[in-house]
Nanobody, 125 residues
């Protein structure tokens, strides 16, 4: 089993920044890739960003490219999502996820086996 715990969400104003953190514990060898997804009210969960533990290769959704940055600290087993220039449309519950890193599924919820409980991000206009 892999346990994931997100933190860092909150209420901010448009244009502000937030950094989300995801702590990974358990059988970390099963987690070749880490992803951040988000679910806005009345919408489906959508891919935001992902990173591979070994290579550091990153993937981003077009909607956040240039504003968000995903990073990882292998030694601490932490993954971060730095979110800059936040917009009201970024309001959502943000979830951390881990999975085997299958290339064609890295942007899909189907590519992840373990999920955190999520952290709420609210951006006011």
């Amino acid at each position: 089993q892999v346990q994931l715990a997100e933190s860092g969400g909150g209420l901010v104003q448009a244009g502000d920044s937030l950094r989300l953190s995801c702590a990974v514990s358990g059988r970390a060898f099963a987690t070749h890739a880490m992803g951040w997804f988000r679910r806005a009210p009345e919408k489906e969960r959508e891919f935001t960003a992902a990173i591979r533990w070994n290579s550091g290769t990153t993937y981003y959704a077009d909607s956040i490219k240039g504003r968000f940055n995903i990073s990882r600290d292998n030694a601490k087993k932490m993954v971060y999502l730095q979110m800059n220039n936040l917009k009201p449309d970024d309001t959502a519950i943000y979830y951390c996820a881990s999975g085997p890193g299958i290339r064609d599924l890295v942007r899909s919820t189907r590519g992840y086996s373990y999920w955190g409980r999520g952290t709420q991000v609210t951006v006011s206009s």
